[in-house]
């Protein structure tokens, strides 16, 4: 068990590093440095790696995490966690799959259209969801990680 438990540990702080350092230091320092469309351009060639290490992640981590509670005198915390990993695998999983297909589409139709055009205004949108979502899977993998510190506590 000891070593499903660091692969769990592992999973779970790559995951929510990478939300964290792309969210708070790669995406602001692309913007900051690089004219609008062309950061655009960046971020949305990071996106599929990005979206897969989550995906893969927090797999990874709920697999370990169902592990552990099979193996636990007290199930509880894991399962917790394991919960938590879930919601937001889901908020990954939606980003990935669905928000990040359509803003690819909108941001390639909004090259040609004026800031006020229903394109732009549909791509705010899409974006404002999937900075949502992140956000969402940004506290989901928070509130894993301390159920986590529970149940290894137990």
Avoid: K
């Avoid at 690089?34 to 981590?61: D, H, K, M, N, Q």
């Avoid at 099979?70 to 199930?75: I, K, N, V």
């Avoid at 006020?116 to 956000?135: I, M, Q, S």
Wanted: hydrophobic share 60%.
């Amino acid at each position: 068990m000891g070593l499903v438990r660091f692969v769990y540990l592992l999973a779970l702080g790559l995951w929510l590093g990478e939300i964290v350092f792309f969210s708070f230091i790669g995406a602001p320092a692309i913007f900051a440095v690089l004219e609008r469309a062309r950061a655009g351009e960046v971020t949305s060639a990071i996106f599929p790696r990005y979206y897969a290490l989550g995906l893969g992640c927090a797999v990874v981590a709920a697999v370990c995490g169902l592990l552990l509670a099979r193996g636990a005198a007290r199930p509880g915390a894991w399962r917790a966690a394991v919960g938590c990993i879930v919601v937001g695998l889901v908020a990954v999983a939606w980003a990935a799959f669905v928000l990040q297909p359509r803003a690819h589409r909108l941001r390639t139709a909004m090259q040609a259209a004026v800031e006020t055009d229903p394109v732009r205004v549909e791509f705010a949108r899409v974006h404002r969801n999937a900075v949502l979502l992140n956000a969402g899977a940004l506290l989901a993998g928070l509130a894993a990680l301390g159920a986590s510190a529970g149940a290894l506590r137990q």
